[in-house]
């Protein structure tokens, strides 16, 4: 089984930030994107950022400029740092990554973690 874990989210203040973490864990034999999505009260689940195994990157025109997405493959683990943080940024963010459990698997499963909670009010 494959497990995706986030942490690091809360509450924070507008312009303050938060770094938000997702660990991989379970059978892996390898890992390709990896990203984050948010679900907003009364919204439906977006694409904020993704991140391919080799690094490159992809973000949504709201986060530019104040949102980073890394990776650290050998703790399978992907990151988000956020910036500069504004009250729309308000969502569960949910991690998504894609994975080979074992070699013999000539596709790659997706799956989700269960989210973290981020609020940005005063």
């Known amino acids: 089984q494959v497990q995706l874990v986030e942490s690091g989210g809360g509450l924070v203040q507008p312009g303050g930030s938060l770094r938000l973490s997702c660990a991989a864990s379970g059978s892996i034999f390898s890992i390709y994107a990896m990203g984050w999505y948010r679900q907003a009260p009364g919204k439906q689940r977006e694409l904020v950022a993704t991140?391919?195994?080799?690094?490159?990157?992809n973000y949504a025109d709201s986060v530019k400029g104040r949102f980073t997405i890394s990776r650290d493959n050998a703790k399978n683990t992907v990151y988000l740092q956020m910036n500069s943080l504004k009250p729309e940024d308000t969502a569960v963010y949910y991690c998504n990554a894609g994975v080979k459990p074992n070699s013999d698997y000539t596709v790659v499963l997706r799956y989700w973690g269960q989210g973290t909670q981020v609020t940005v009010s005063s």
């Open positions: 991140i391919t195994s080799g690094g490159s990157t």
